[in-house]
T-cell receptor, first 117, second 112 residues
Framework: NAGVMQNPRHLVRRRGQEARLRCSPM?????VYWYRQLPEEGLKFMVY????????ESGMPKERFSAEFPKEGPSILRIQQVVRGDSAAYFC???????????????FGSGTRLTVV | QKEVEQDPGPLSVPEGAIVSLNCTYS??????FMWYRQYSRKGPELLMY????GNKEDGRFTAQVDKSSKYISLFIRDSQPSDSATYLC????????????FGAGTRLTVKP
C-alpha cells in the first residue's frame, strides 16, 4: 500500500503561471481533502471531494483556486495566476469514509511545497 | 481570536524528560480531539484520538481533554530523540474530517 501520493514534491512557479498539484489517495479511499500549511499557522482546510463531486469548498479562496477529483486519475488542485502569497506547503489527505471512522483512516500525503518567485 | 490556540514553541528538552503540549479552544461544540505528529518534510500522522472529556493512554503518550476549561494536553513520558517533530492538535464538532480545525503546531526537539 503506497499511501497517499502527492506530486510533485517541490514546485517552483513564476508569478502569473499556473500550478497543478496532484494527489492519488490510498487504495480503497474515496474521500480526498486538501489543506494549505503556512509556517506557524497550522493546516487550513481548503476543499473536500469525493469522486466527481465537490462536497465542501468552504476553505477555498473564491478566485484562482479550483479542485477536481475525476472518475479516473488523481485529484488535482489548480492555482491559476499564482502570486507570492500562494507559496506554502499543500497537503492532501484521504479517508475511506467520513464521520468518526474516517478519523482513524485519515492519512496525509507528504505534501507539495510550492514556491512562487 | 483563533478557534484553536497552540504555542508554536520551539520546545527543547533533554532525553528522558516529560513533555507537556497544550491547546486551548473557543468552540464549545468540539467533541473529537486529536493529536498529530509531523516530521520534517512529511505529512501529519495521527498519534492520539479522544472523544469528549477524559484521559487516554497509549504507551508513553497520554492525551487529556478538559472540556470545562476548553483545554487539551498531550504528555510524552521518557521522551526520545525520535520524538523530535512538530505536534499538532486538531478538533472537530462532528467527527467529519472536513470539520477538523488544527492548531499551529508545537515544534519539539529532544536532545540526546
Amino acid at each position: 500500500n503506497a499511501g497517499v501520493m502527492q506530486n510533485p514534491r517541490h514546485l517552483v512557479r513564476r508569478r502569473g503561471q499556473e500550478a497543478r498539484l496532484r494527489c492519488s489517495p490510498m487504495k480503497g479511499h474515496s474521500h480526498v481533502y486538501w489543506y494549505r500549511q503556512l509556517p506557524e499557522e497550522g493546516l487550513k482546510f481548503m476543499v473536500y471531494l469525493q469522486k466527481e463531486n465537490i462536497i465542501d469548498e468552504s476553505g477555498m479562496p473564491k478566485e484562482r483556486f479550483s479542485a477536481e477529483f475525476p472518475k479516473e486519475g488523481p485529484s488535482i488542485l489548480r492555482i491559476q495566476q499564482v502570486v507570492r502569497g500562494d507559496s506554502a506547503a499543500y497537503f492532501c489527505a484521504s479517508s475511506p469514509q467520513t464521520g468518526q471512522g474516517g478519523i482513524y483512516g485519515y492519512t496525509f500525503g507528504s505534501g507539495t511545497r510550492l514556491t512562487v518567485v | 481570536q483563533k478557534e484553536v490556540e497552540q504555542d508554536p514553541g520551539p520546545l527543547s528538552v533533554p532525553e528522558g524528560a516529560i513533555v507537556s503540549l497544550n491547546c486551548t479552544y473557543s468552540n464549545s461544540a468540539f467533541q473529537y480531539f486529536m493529536w498529530y505528529r509531523q516530521y520534517s518534510r512529511k505529512g501529519p500522522e495521527l498519534l492520539m484520538y479522544t472523544y469528549s472529556s477524559g484521559n487516554k493512554e497509549d504507551g508513553r503518550f497520554t492525551a487529556q481533554v478538559d472540556k470545562s476549561s476548553k483545554y487539551i494536553s498531550l504528555f510524552i513520558r521518557d521522551s526520545q530523540p525520535s520524538d523530535s517533530a512538530t505536534y499538532l492538535c486538531a478538533m472537530s464538532a462532528t467527527g467529519n474530517n472536513n470539520d477538523m480545525r488544527f492548531g499551529a503546531g508545537t515544534r519539539l526537539t529532544v536532545k540526546p
